[in-house]
């Protein structure tokens, strides 16, 4: 069974492992960890105003990762989506489970509107958003504080609602989420 719980130290070298080799191995992507130090600043980059990030374990391997990064003004940016691939699909559900969390985290702190950028590479991610209420934008559509990184030519866009927010286990919101 596959869990979604927040960022922990514990998982840190297994979520770097994952997110690199899923930008190197699998997509050809000429990026490094020095070219994200936010993946090794977790807590104080992410987990901060209405940010957090969470991670998808299964039997102690870290399987995906999201984040939401509070940008201010109600917006956010959504970040670290990975999933590894024998984990990908409906079957598993994980991406549909971390997007899910994060839209509720997102709507019960007050965030209002959500952007993402990501490579052209990443077609099944393309589809995956749009499936999931996401419309693409322009780059001149972002917010003036948008993290954008070098490697992103695509931009998607989701208005939240408050109704979409989910009860935290025992009323913390740094724990977590039931669905």
Same mark, same amino acid.
Do not use: C
């Given at each position: 069974?596959?869990?979604?719980?927040?960022?922990?130290?514990?998982?840190?070298?297994? !979520?770097?492992?994952?997110?690199?080799? !899923?930008?190197?191995?699998?997509?050809? !992507?000429?990026?490094?960890?020095?070219?994200?130090?936010?993946?090794?600043?977790?807590?104080?980059?992410?987990?901060?105003?209405?940010?957090?990030?969470?991670?998808?374990? $299964?039997?102690?391997?870290?399987?995906?990762?999201?984040?939401?990064? +509070?940008?201010?003004?109600?917006?956010?940016?959504?970040?670290?989506?990975?999933?590894?691939?024998?984990?990908?699909?409906?079957?598993?559900?994980?991406?549909?489970?971390?997007?899910?969390?994060?839209?509720?985290?997102?709507?019960?702190?007050?965030? +209002?509107?959500?952007?993402?950028?990501?490579?052209?590479?990443?077609?099944?991610?393309?589809?995956?958003?749009?499936?999931?209420?996401?419309?693409?934008?322009?780059?001149?559509?972002?917010?003036? $504080?948008?993290?954008?990184?070098?490697? +992103?030519?695509?931009?998607?866009?989701?208005?939240?609602?408050?109704?979409?927010?989910?009860?935290?286990?025992?009323? +913390?919101?740094?724990?977590?989420?039931?669905?």
């Amino acid at each position: 069974m596959t869990e979604i719980v927040p960022y922990s130290e514990m998982y840190l070298s297994g !979520i770097v492992e994952m997110i690199l080799s !899923i930008q190197r191995e699998e997509f050809q !992507i000429d990026i490094t960890l020095a070219d994200q130090p936010d993946l090794l600043e977790i807590p104080s980059f992410y987990q901060q105003g209405n940010g957090n990030f969470w991670v998808a374990v $299964s039997e102690e391997e870290v399987v995906g990762t999201v984040s939401l990064l +509070d940008i201010g003004g109600g917006k956010a940016a959504l970040r670290k989506m990975f999933v590894r691939k024998a984990f990908r699909g409906a079957t598993h559900g994980v991406a549909e489970r971390l997007l899910t969390t994060l839209l509720a985290w997102g709507a019960s702190t007050g965030i +209002d509107g959500i952007y993402l950028g990501t490579t052209s590479a990443f077609k099944a991610a393309h589809r995956f958003y749009e499936k999931n209420g996401f419309l693409e934008i322009p780059a001149s559509a972002l917010p003036p $504080s948008f993290p954008k990184m070098a490697v +992103d030519t695509k931009f998607y866009t989701q208005t939240i609602a408050a109704e979409a927010a989910v009860t935290p286990i025992g009323g +913390d919101q740094r724990q977590l989420w039931t669905h």
